[in-house]
């Protein structure tokens, strides 16, 4: 089993910086690969940004690229969303999730393990 618990989140104004980080427990998560996706009141929860275990393969959604940087430090079980440059739009609940596959894919049902959720809120 693993679990996942994400933090940093909280209310900033446009602009403004935020990290996010999502520990892993359980099983080690170092060998898996690590998507942060988000879900805004009323829409689909959608990818946001994934990276694979040895952090060689990185991949960002178009709305995102530029602003954001996931990295992780896996002798801390940990992966960080450095979130730059926010936006009232990036507003959601922030989840972290987990697959075994090396692949990074934006669907969230090729992902196994979920955290929480933490809110992010972005005021103009």
């Known amino acids: 089993q693993v679990q996942l618990v994400e933090s940093g989140g909280g209310l900033v104004q446009a602009g403004d910086s935020l990290r996010l980080s999502c520990t892993g427990s359980?099983?080690?998560?170092?060998?898996?690969?690590l998507g942060w996706f988000r879900q805004a009141p009323g829409k689909e929860r959608e990818f946001v940004a994934g990276?694979?275990?040895?952090?060689?393969?990185?991949l960002y959604a178009e709305s995102v690229k530029g602003r954001f940087t996931i990295s992780r430090d896996n002798a801390k079980n940990t992966v960080y969303l450095q979130m730059n440059s926010l936006k009232p739009e990036d507003t959601a609940v922030y989840y972290c999730?987990?697959?075994?596959?090396?692949?990074?894919?934006?669907?969230?049902?090729?992902?196994?393990?979920w955290g929480q959720g933490t809110q992010v809120t972005v005021s103009s």
């Open positions: 999730a987990v697959r075994r596959y090396v692949a990074v894919l934006t669907t969230p049902s090729e992902y196994a393990y």
């Open positions: 359980g099983r080690t998560v170092s060998t898996w690969t």
């Open positions: 990276i694979t275990s040895s952090g060689g393969n990185i």
